[in-house]
């Protein structure tokens, strides 16, 4: 009985040292193509690269659309992919708004607002991040179902699966999903 009541001492003690020494990292997944979710992911990994955080952003579906390039041709694709790839915004600066985008509208009026309180654009927090060290991993399974290619994408992001986040999301701190 002793020792039983020993072995689930050193089972809970190991268990809270590997809470206590979590890794001091950030994971987030960016599944929305809106602007305003994509302004508050790229904000948060900004703030948690000024407090210290390794932070990573795994960018699946329609959250592809905040790392495109503004231009990229689509030719070698299936008609389908052209279609869907057409219909997508391209990039940070054509993103639409989640409420009030009035037909485009709604992006360009707080595109103004930013301007006149000097908040920075979306597109240079996105650079911001990478440049001070945000891991931004585009999925490969989204990335082959919406017809996405690695050239698309802004230079610097990685392309992985899955298991490229759960493995950070495991080891980290904190996960947020936006």
Not at 140 to 164: P, R, Y
């Amino acid at each position: 009985m002793g020792n039983d009541l020993a072995a689930k001492i050193r089972e809970l003690e190991e268990r809270i040292d590997r809470l206590e020494n979590k890794g001091n990292s950030l994971t987030m997944v960016l599944f929305s193509g809106d602007f305003d979710k994509a302004m508050a992911a790229f904000i948060i990994a900004n703030g948690a690269l000024a407090m210290g955080k390794e932070v990573t952003i795994f960018v699946t579906f329609w959250g592809l659309d905040v790392i495109k390039k503004p231009a990229f041709s689509t030719s070698g694709r299936g008609l389908l992919e052209r279609i869907l790839l057409r219909m997508r915004p391209k990039g940070p600066g054509r993103l639409a708004v989640s409420k009030m985008n009035y037909g485009g509208i709604g992006p360009r009026l707080f595109r103004y607002m930013m301007g006149k309180k000097n908040v920075e654009p979306l597109g240079a927090l996105i650079a911001m991040a990478m440049e001070f060290g945000v891991r931004i991993v585009a999925c490969q399974m989204s990335m082959d179902l919406l017809g996405i290619k690695k050239e698309d994408l802004i230079d610097g992001v990685e392309v992985g699966g899955v298991a490229t986040f759960l493995g950070k999301a495991y080891e980290g701190q904190a996960t947020l999903f936006i």
